[in-house]
């Protein structure tokens, strides 16, 4: 089985501050996992993936995330918020039992202020 | 200009009514999937289709119905039986279910259903 948990549902930052959104998964089998973005009403744009590769993930916006398998960690990361970044962001993780399935998530609301 | 397109954006249903929900992928992607979400939830999982021609149920599917009868288009069909539809649906498409794990999904702009 595998399973995900967002750490916090809401998050608040000052705009130019550094931006923290954990993740922590569950997995029997060696994951495959993703950050997505949604911004209110749209759909879910991927904002980076680790597939077993290198473990600090660079993605789109300035973000990272770094897979840590002795903590089941996936934090998503960046130096300096934005104004922009303003959104819900989902963790997901998936396994090669079940290749397509994807779990998510329950959300993270990232505010910033200015 | 590829992507995944869903409409309506807004779709309203009277009680007792099935509405379709509208999917259509130009990304020549095998797989496809519908997914309902609900404020402060993550994304479930109401079906998924391996290839055309074949859909499974994923965890939420009572109430739903799909066809898969051409490799672009996933409708979803919110049927009476459907207790609760209010939700914001989102389809999504990957290149292959048997690449693995680490097959990107697209999504598309979501459709939200509201009941009168």
């Known amino acids: 089985a595998q399973s995900v948990t967002q750490l916090d549902s809401h998050v608040s930052v000052s705009e130019g501050t550094p931006v923290l959104l954990r993740c922590n998964y569950s997995?029997?089998?060696?994951?495959?996992l993703f950050w997505y973005v949604q911004h209110p009403n749209k759909g879910l744009q991927l904002l980076l993936k680790?597939?077993?590769?290198?473990?600090l993930v660079k993605g789109i916006n300035g973000f990272e995330a770094e897979f840590k398998k002795s903590e089941t960690s996936f934090h998503l990361t960046k130096p300096s918020a934005h104004m922009s970044d303003a959104a819900e962001y989902f963790c997901?993780?998936?396994?090669?039992?079940?290749?397509?399935?994807?779990?998510f998530g329950d959300g993270t609301t990232l505010t910033v202020k200015p | 200009d590829g992507g995944i397109t869903q409409s309506p954006k807004y779709l309203f249903r009277k009680e007792g009514q099935n509405v379709t929900l509208s999917c259509e992928q130009n990304l020549n992607h095998d797989a496809m999937y519908w997914y309902r979400q609900d404020p402060g939830q993550g994304l479930r999982l109401i079906y998924y289709?391996?290839?055309?021609?074949?859909?499974q149920k994923g965890d939420i599917a009572e109430g739903y119905s799909v066809s898969r009868e051409k490799k672009e288009s996933f409708p979803l069909t919110v049927t009476s039986a459907q207790k609760n539809p209010t939700a914001f649906y989102l389809c999504a498409s990957s290149s292959s279910w048997a690449a693995g794990p680490q097959e990107t999904q697209y999504f598309g702009p979501g459709t939200r259903l509201l009941v009168l």
């Open positions: 997995s029997s089998y060696s994951p495959s």
């Open positions: 289709s391996q290839i055309v021609n074949d859909f």
């Open positions: 997901v993780v998936r396994h090669n039992t079940n290749a397509g399935k994807s779990t």
């Open positions: 680790y597939t077993s590769a290198a473990t």
